[in-house]
């Protein structure tokens, strides 16, 4: 498994939270995100260069190490479209009730 740095995993939750909002643009049911919860196993490294970087490793507890740690984010979606307003999130399934 390729390792993932923790701002590169940020952003593409934010990536994926984009494009599901893209995705309802159109719907009549809309959602709102108030805060996304994020739990993430990481462990600290440090690089050859001396600078300390946190890489995501995998949910399985079993294969962590010592080093291994939980991070856990509360973060609030803002959309820098909407002028910092709260993002909002549809289904990209249509339900066709007919």
Not at 2 to 21: N, P, S, T, Y
């Amino acid at each position: 498994m390729d390792e993932i740095g923790l701002a590169e995993a940020i952003d593409h939750l934010r990536f994926q939270l984009g494009v599901a909002q893209d995705a309802g643009l159109n719907h009549q049911l809309r959602f709102e995100v108030l805060e996304v919860e994020v739990e993430l196993l990481v462990e600290a490294r440090r690089e050859k260069t001396g600078k300390v970087d946190f890489k995501v490793v995998g949910g399985d507890a079993k294969g962590t190490s010592a080093n291994s740690h939980k991070v856990k984010l509360k973060l609030n979606v803002k959309d820098a479209a909407l002028g910092g307003e709260r993002a909002v999130v549809a289904s990209s399934k249509h339900l066709d009730m007919e």
